[in-house]
Nanobody, 129 residues
Framework: QVQLVESGGGLVQAGGSLRLSCAASGRTFSRRTMGWFRQAPGKEREFVAGISWNGGSTYYADSVKGRFTISRDNAKNTVYLQMNSLEPEDTAVYLC??????????????????????WGQGTQVTVSS
């Protein structure tokens, strides 16, 4: 079992930046692939970014490539999402997700909801035009 707590959301003008954080409980964080998803009102939850347990592989949705950066600090049990050049279309609740721990060498970074077992409550990001 792992608990995820997001922070860092808020209201920002278009073109601005925010840095989201997700703090995870438990001793297996360093073995978990982590992901960020978002959900806007009336829309389905969508993949934003993912990072492998060792930080060596990252994946991004096409809509955020070049603007968002996912990173992790395993010593702090925290994953981050740096969001630059924000657009009104980025407005959504951003949720952190954790995959079951991996104890092998294979790296898997799912881009779908079903690839993750644990979810945070989310943090609201609102981008004004």
């Amino acid at each position: 079992q792992v608990q995820l707590v997001e922070s860092g959301g808020g209201l920002v003008q278009a073109g601005g930046s925010l840095r989201l954080s997700c703090a995870a409980s438990g001793r297996t964080f360093s073995r978990r692939t982590m992901g960020w998803f978002r959900q806007a009102p009336g829309k389905e939850r969508e993949f934003v970014a993912g990072i492998s347990w060792n930080g060596g592989s990252t994946y991004y949705a096409d809509s955020v490539k070049g603007r968002f950066t996912i990173s992790r600090d395993n010593a702090k049990n925290t994953v981050y999402l740096q969001m630059n050049s924000l657009e009104p279309e980025d407005t959504a609740v951003y949720l952190c997700a954790a995959r079951a721990p991996s104890f092998g060498t294979i790296v898997v970074v799912p881009t779908t909801i079903t690839g993750y077992s644990y979810w945070g409550q989310g943090t609201q990001v609102t981008v004004s035009s």
